[in-house]
């Protein structure tokens, strides 16, 4: 059974630095991309951060020139480096793996940037 277990969240001041991981328990095949998603009270899920197999990123415009996102395909690992954080930024981070037959989620990781 795949479990994703995400680590890193908690609560930072404004201008503060976060790293998120999220490690993948179990075999997944056919693996197109690993990302980050985050939803904040009353609004819909959004993509911060997405890394394709191959390397390729794709940012949030909001998040772009702050956060980075990395990944080690071998132990299934996906991290997403946070930087220069703002209020704006606070809300439920969840990791998600994406394959040819479903996606998986984390159970998410609060992240909370005070003013």
């Known amino acids: 059974q795949v479990q994703l277990v995400e680590s890193g969240g908690g609560l930072v001041q404004a201008g503060g630095s976060l790293r998120l991981s999220c490690a993948a328990s179990g075999v997944i095949f056919s693996i197109n991309a690993m990302g980050w998603y985050r939803q904040a009270p009353g609004k819909q899920r959004e993509l911060v951060a997405a890394i394709t197999k191959g390397g390729s990123t794709n940012y949030a415009d909001s998040v772009k020139g702050r956060f980075t996102i990395s990944r080690e395909n071998a132990k299934i690992t996906v991290y997403l480096q946070m930087n220069s954080l703002k209020p704006e930024d606070t809300a439920v981070y969840y990791c998600?793996?994406?394959?040819?037959?479903?996606?998986?989620w984390g159970q998410g990781t609060q992240v909370t940037v005070s003013s």
């Open positions: 998600n793996v994406d394959t040819s037959r479903r996606d998986y």
